[in-house]
């Protein structure tokens, strides 16, 4: 599995930091919503395609902060 891309809302501390990740491997697509950091809580999404996959982070970045890709 391939990390592809990660978004990262610009808030510091356990509380309100949130990530998004894009993941891909061998065709199949899952995006990650990590709330509160490395030890936070997360949920999955699995899709068959790209496009798929990045309507969902289109719609998990519409919520509060200033987001930014993390290269």
């Known amino acids: 599995m391939e990390r592809r891309k990660?978004?990262?809302n610009g808030s510091w501390g356990?509380?309100?930091?949130r990530d998004v990740y894009l993941f891909e491997d061998a065709g199949n697509w899952w995006v990650e919503s990590r709330e509160g950091g490395a030890d936070g809580r997360a949920r999955r999404y699995e899709f068959g395609d790209e496009d798929?996959?990045?309507d969902c982070v289109s719609g998990l970045l519409a919520q509060p902060g200033v987001w930014r890709e993390v290269r």
Request: charged share 20%; hydrophobic share 60%.
């Open 6 to 8: 990660h978004w990262w």
């Open 14 to 17: 356990r509380l309100a930091r």
């Open 52 to 54: 798929s996959a990045m």
